[in-house]
């Protein structure tokens, strides 16, 4: 038989013998199981098994995409890039540009262009988050599909910048929204100027 898990078994009444090919099945399962959720399976030894997820690293690159989503599923992506000269880091899902996205941010930067606001934004082509002048940026999404429609995507999302040239720094926070015509398989991140850093992204419900 396939590999699947037996309940009650082994149990005190049986013969051993009997259970053996049970006992065999759902241990078998139960491994499955934590392949699938897992990375670095090992026989034995449990040192390099973690929960799955996936690490990009990129170079002078201007686009990553991951695909294969569970359209149920609640993910989180972290991303942290160095890039040059004032540029926006873009999400979007499906690899659809059209005008099927929403945003609203607010935003704080001090130093050389100190400045409290917020930006909004209907019918955009993606969710856009501002990357102000050169250096260090560290941006953090959570997103889900609407359980009772799984084209509509809603986005958590914040980011924190440092301009190693200058006194500039700042941060942002708020959301986005995106309806689109189809169920959530991919998302994918890009920036007009080269990205030079890593993106951790895993299911994390």
Request: charge should be negative.
């Amino acid at each position: 038989m396939a590999d699947q898990h037996n309940d009650d078994t082994p149990a005190i009444a049986n013969v051993i013998t009997t259970d053996i090919g049970k006992i065999k099945e759902t241990l078998e399962y139960h491994k499955d199981v934590f392949q699938a959720i897992t990375t670095g399976w090992s026989n034995t030894a449990t040192t390099n098994i973690l929960p799955k997820r996936t690490v990009t690293t990129y170079s002078s690159e201007t686009t990553k995409t991951v695909s294969s989503l569970t359209e149920t599923g609640i993910y989180r992506v972290s991303i942290i890039v160095d890039v040059t000269g004032d540029n926006y880091l873009s999400l979007r899902f499906n690899a659809d540009s059209g005008t099927n996205y929403v945003i609203l941010n607010r935003y704080e930067y001090d130093g050389t262009a100190a400045a409290v606001a917020q930006a909004t934004g209907t019918g955009q082509t993606a969710i856009a988050l501002d990357l102000p002048y050169s250096g260090i940026h560290v941006a953090n999404f959570i997103f889900a599909a609407s359980p009772a429609d799984t084209t509509r995507i809603i986005v958590n999302f914040n980011s924190s910048n440092r301009c190693l040239s200058t006194s500039y720094y700042g941060f942002r926070h708020g959301m986005g929204f995106y309806d689109g015509a189809s169920a959530m398989t991919s998302f994918t991140v890009s920036c007009a100027g080269n990205l030079t850093g890593t993106m951790f992204s895993e299911r994390i419900a």
